[in-house]
């Protein structure tokens, strides 16, 4: 029996390429950000000027990523299928310039790092400092060894390896960023701000706990499943639900703004400046993996 080209798993990934490019196409092209650091006392004018400009020139990389990874997809859909060395090629190339996205945020994680005036800042630490230091190091560093084990001519056992600290690492990232954004939000509004609103509640207690939790199961999935030898030997149900469940928290806490409204400075970091809004989009990918059967695709034993 003929296999059908358009799978919604395939859909899906369409979907999250197009989305990728958009969402970075806006930031690209959104300059509010230059000459924020005008009139400010240094060295915080110093600061904003040096990890604005870092973050800007290294959104570029990403930008070349997502046009070339949504027109891969989109060719591959036109043709009904591209020679896997090509798309191996493609996606290295993907690869390379995303990596190299992150580590524009190493000045922010620097920045956040240093004492001001002789003294931390708890704000500066939990929103910049660790949260950019471990995305702008730890992320670049597994995307470019996952390209560098990534021969369609070899073992795909190393590739698995990486891709999958790689996705740890993402995860372990939003985590960081985003519940240190909430943690200095509650600080400077108090904790009756978010006690006493459900939708703050639900989105603090999902982003510090939920996000924690997936983060933590992620890293077990990885080290369980480093030494799988080939992708269709990894479980993808549970592949796919650790990619519904990351797409689930960006998409409720969007939606949440849309349908109950509020404004405050976890909101304003998460779609002002967020620049992995995209994933929302992720449980159109995660959704068809968690229905894949593998036992019909495994090999029948002889005998």
Request: charged letters at 10%; glycine letters at 8%; aromatic letters at 16%.
């Amino acid at each position: 029996m003929k296999r059908k080209f358009f799978t919604p798993l395939k859909v899906g990934i369409l979907v999250a390429t197009i989305a990728y490019f958009l969402f970075t196409l806006h930031a690209m092209f959104t300059i509010s950000w230059i000459g924020e650091w005008e009139g400010l006392p240094e060295p915080l004018a110093t600061w904003i000027f040096v990890t604005d400009v870092a973050a800007g020139v290294f959104l570029v990389f990403r930008f070349i990523a997502s046009f070339i990874a949504t027109s891969t997809a989109i060719l591959y859909f036109a043709k009904k299928g591209l020679a896997q060395t090509t798309t191996n090629k493609l996606l290295r190339v993907v690869l390379v310039f995303e990596g190299l996205y992150w580590i524009g945020l190493l000045p922010s994680g620097i920045w956040g790092l240093l004492p001001s005036s002789g003294t931390f800042s708890t704000s500066l630490l939990l929103s910049t400092g660790i949260p950019c230091t471990v995305a702008s190091i730890g992320i670049p560093t597994a995307i470019f060894m996952l390209v560098y084990k990534l021969n369609p001519n070899k073992p795909q056992k190393e590739p698995i390896k990486w891709a999958l600290i790689a996705g740890t690492l993402y995860v372990v990232a939003f985590w960081l960023n985003n519940s240190g954004m909430w943690l200095i939000t509650m600080m400077n509004s108090g904790i009756g701000y978010v006690t006493n609103s459900a939708v703050y509640m639900t989105s603090y207690i999902s982003t510090l706990a939920g996000l924690l939790a997936l983060a933590l199961f992620t890293a077990y999935f990885a080290k369980k499943s480093i030494g799988t030898q080939q992708v269709t030997d990894l479980k993808l149900k549970t592949v796919g639900g650790i990619i519904t469940a990351l797409g689930v928290y960006f998409l409720w806490n969007y939606l949440a703004w849309i349908f109950f409204g509020g404004w405050n400075e976890w909101y304003a970091w998460f779609l002002g400046h967020n620049l992995d809004l995209w994933m929302l989009t992720l449980p159109l990918v995660g959704l068809p993996l968690l229905f894949v059967n593998q036992k019909e695709r495994a090999p029948k034993n002889s005998g």
